[in-house]
Structures are given as structure tokens and as C-alpha cells.
T-cell receptor, first 114, second 114 residues
Framework: SAVISQKPSRDICQRGTSLTIQCQVD?????MFWYRQQPGQSLTLIAT?????????ESGFVIDKFPISRPNLTFSTLTVSNMSPEDSSIYLC???????????FGQGTRLTVV | DAKTTQPPSMDCAEGRAANLPCNHS???????VYWYRQIHSQGPQYIIH???NNETNEMASLIITEDRKSSTLILPHATLRDTAVYYC???????????????FGTGTKLQVIP
């Protein structure tokens, strides 16, 4: 299993500012995934972060709004840029153990934009 | 990944078995059935997965029909702590470089009643 730590666990931010969310894993993993969960909704994948290359974004998400870093095999960051109230969500980091294994999730970062 | 269909909500009396159905009629031969749950304000938690045989672990049992077009997650003795949203997901696993993203549907909100 993998233990994932996310920081911060929650934050309240002013519109127009940016927030960087950190994700630390206790073991080396190839792929890390970032999800968004809007209030009352299911999880939506933002992007896949592979160490040593640019992240792959899902439809509707762009690098300028959600830049991602993946400097090594145990760490990644997601930045929510130029925030608006519509960005208020829970942001979750996830890793997959690989072949025929389950995915593990962090506890999420609850972001409120005012 | 194949699409899944789940009832939006279910109730279950505490101490009784909770049977959560999932339809995945377009599942492919190399896709596994995974179940996760998300307790309020937490990240999703892996429960169980299977390919075609029934599976059981300390948390639950997974029954997959012979044609693999549907499955049922069984919590044998539901407790109040099992109140959560349960997600049924089908995804490819075991392929070369198979670090697969998880695509979430809307899930079933299970309410365990005292």
C-alpha cells in the first residue's frame, strides 16, 4: 500500500490569487494523478503527472490554470492559478501501484475561494 | 474504460447485509471491476476488485455474474461507519506500463440506518 500526504488540508483564498498543493508519497511511484471534486459531485481527473515529462491534461483542464510539477518519484504539486469562486473544490492526489493493483488517494485539500 | 450504472442511493439497516449493484454491460475482457468508497470529507478508499471470479476480503465480497455484465458488492454486516458513497469502476489492468487512471461515475450513496 501507499501512504499519501497532502498539504494543506484546507485553505481559504482570495480570488485572483494562486494556491500550490503538495502531494508526498511514502514510496516511489511512476504515475501520480490529480482529481477535482466539486461540491456534491464525483471525482473528475485533472491530469496525470509522470516524472520527467510534462503532465497530461484531461479535456477541459489546461496547464496555465493548473500547472503541475513532478520533480521526483515521490512528490508532486498542483497549482490552482488565478482562482475564482468556481474553483472551490476538494483537490485530491492519487497514485496507482501498477498492474492489477488498486489506486490510493490522499485525504484531499479543501479549497474555498472568496 | 467501460461505463458503469449504479443506483444513486440505498438504505440499509445496521447489522444487515448491504448489497450494492452495478451494471457494466460494455465491459471488455481485459477490464477488472473495482470498488471504492468515499466516506464524507475523506479521500476514496479501495475496497475490492475482481476479473471474473467472486472475491472476498476482510471488508467485503464481490460477486460478478458469469457474463460479467454486472456485479454486486456485499457488506455482510453493515455498520454506521459504512455510510459512504460507493463507486463501481471498471478499468484495464495488467497491460504493459499499466499505471491506469481511475475514472469515477456518480456512485451509490449508502446510508446505514440504526
Amino acid at each position: 500500500s501507499a501512504v499519501i500526504s497532502q498539504k494543506p488540508s484546507r485553505d481559504i483564498c482570495q480570488r485572483g490569487t494562486s494556491l500550490t498543493i503538495q502531494c508526498q508519497v511514502d514510496s516511489q511511484v511512476t504515475m501520480m494523478f490529480w482529481y477535482r471534486q466539486q461540491p456534491g459531485q464525483s471525482l473528475t481527473l485533472i491530469a496525470t503527472a509522470n516524472q520527467g515529462s510534462e503532465a497530461t491534461y484531461e479535456s477541459g483542464f489546461v496547464i496555465d490554470k493548473f500547472p503541475i510539477s513532478r520533480p521526483n518519484l515521490t512528490f508532486s504539486t498542483l497549482t490552482v492559478s488565478n482562482m475564482s469562486p468556481e474553483d472551490s473544490s476538494i483537490y485530491l492526489c492519487s497514485v496507482s501501484g501498477g498492474r492489477n493493483t488498486e489506486a490510493f488517494f490522499g485525504q484531499g485539500t479543501r479549497l474555498t475561494v472568496v | 474504460d467501460a461505463k458503469t450504472t449504479q443506483p444513486p442511493s440505498m438504505d440499509c439497516a445496521e447489522g444487515r447485509a448491504a448489497n450494492l449493484p452495478c451494471n457494466h454491460s460494455t465491459i471488455s475482457g481485459n477490464e477488472y471491476v473495482y470498488w471504492y468508497r468515499q466516506i464524507h470529507s475523506q479521500g476514496p478508499q479501495y475496497i475490492i476488485h475482481g476479473l471474473k471470479n467472486n472475491e472476498t476480503n476482510e471488508m467485503a465480497s464481490l460477486i460478478i455474474t458469469e457474463d460479467r455484465k454486472s456485479s454486486t458488492l456485499i457488506l455482510p454486516h453493515a455498520t454506521l461507519r459504512d455510510t459512504a458513497v460507493y463507486y463501481c469502476i471498471v478499468r484495464v489492468a495488467g497491460i504493459s506500463g499499466g499505471y491506469q487512471k481511475v475514472t469515477f461515475g456518480t456512485g451509490t450513496k449508502l446510508q446505514v440506518i440504526p
